[in-house]
């Protein structure tokens, strides 16, 4: 009797534990993701008709936030060590993609101010990035 007892047992697999490890990795992955953006999070101003984004470059971001702090990347520098080293940038990667984000909020002499000091550094093209108003 008690062999027959054994042979009727099957192995169950319990995939709870498993599904719950997954669903806390897919919002753990869901929140991290919008981080991942390059650049400081600024809040873009919106242009009519913005010249469609090269997925193919992968640029190096300089944003201007809100309260006058200055980034290269994600990395948080002052506006004198920026320059020092957008122009070792430069050096090592003569030809490389910059972008340049800043926030509505920021005046447009400061924008002008490190657009022309990337200009003077000798970047061969600086683009603005901007939200398109159309998809607003």
Known sequence: MSATRKSSLTPEMNVTPLVDVVLVLLIIFMVVTPQLEAGAAVELPAAMNPD????NLEPTTVSLASNGSFYLDRKQLTRDALVVELKALHQAK??????LKADRGVAYAQVRGVFKA????GFP????????????
């Open 118 to 121: 990337m200009q003077d550094i």
């Open 94 to 99: 003569p030809d490389a993609p910059v972008v």
């Open 125 to 136: 093209g600086i683009s603005l990035q901007v939200i398109d108003r159309k998809k607003n």
């Open 52 to 55: 469609p984004e090269n997925k």
